[in-house]
Antibody
Framework: QLQLHESGPGVVKPSETLSLTCTVS??????????WGWIRQSPGRGLEWIGT???????TYNPSLKNRVTLSVAASVNQFSLRLSSVTAADTAIYFC????????????WGQGTLVAVSS | DIQMTQSPSSLSASVGDSVTITCRAS??????VHWYQQRPGQAPKLLIY???SVQRGVPPRFSGGGSDTHFTLAITGLQPEDFATYYC?????????FGQGTKVEVK
């Protein structure tokens, strides 16, 4: 059974960089038919797609966040990561990692989510 | 970005009732709308994909329909575990946007 698990700090200071890692177990991140992504959820913005990455490092980002987001993948340890720079209170949210198949498919496996608060 | 508008924002129902949730897209998304259920403290769970296909393991009381800009999620015979929030998502045109959610509450 595929499982995804987010990890990282629960609090980040304003203007600093949020960093999260998603560890995938029960399946290989190298499978060519799958894409891996980050979605966040907050009361003000609802569910918001952040970005998607393929095992070879190819990535796409939400234009609203593109200048601040970087996704990376460490296929050898079945992990992928999110970095979001210059955070503000508006970036306070639950961050989920997830998997989908090829283009136009939904997210079919999700991590349980991790709450990140931006606070000094 | 494509706007996905769900209605109603919330509804009250009883166990055994049948309910329908609507999702409207601001432009055509063909058949690429999916439905998720989210219980408190949990991640969204995929129920319906490509408008009307039921995800493996999802009970048949859940069904989806629609195309173009108008989509529906129906639950026939609500069970206690169905009281949750439901979201639609379009994946036809990036960025792949979600609706704001419909909360199904106990009457």
């Amino acid at each position: 059974q595929l499982q995804l698990h987010e990890s990282g700090p629960g609090v980040v200071k304003p203007s600093e960089t949020l960093s999260l890692t998603c560890t995938v177990s029960g399946g290989s991140i190298r499978r060519s038919e799958y894409f891996w992504g980050w979605i966040r959820q907050s009361p003000g913005r609802g569910l918001e797609w952040i970005g998607t990455i393929f095992y070879n490092g190819s990535s796409t980002y939400n234009p609203s966040l593109k200048n601040r987001v970087t996704l990376s993948v460490a296929a050898s340890v079945n992990q992928f990561s999110l970095r979001l720079s210059s955070v503000t209170a508006a970036d306070t949210a639950i961050y989920f990692c997830a998997r989908r198949k090829e283009s136009q498919k939904p997210w079919d496996y999700w991590g349980q989510g991790t709450l990140v608060a931006v606070s000094s | 970005d494509i706007q996905m508008t769900q209605s109603p924002s919330s509804l009250s129902a009883s166990v055994g009732d049948s309910v329908t949730i609507t999702c409207r897209a601001s432009q055509s998304v063909t058949k690429y709308v999916h439905w998720y259920q989210q219980r408190p403290g949990q991640a969204p769970k995929l129920l319906i994909y490509a408008a009307s296909s039921v995800q493996r393991g999802v009970p048949p009381r859940f069904s989806g329909g629609g195309s173009d800009t108008h989509f529906t999620l129906a639950i026939t015979g609500l069970q206690p575990e169905d009281f949750a929030t439901y979201y639609c998502q379009q994946t036809h045109i990036p960025p792949r946007t979600f609706g704001q959610g419909t909360k199904v509450e106990v009457k």
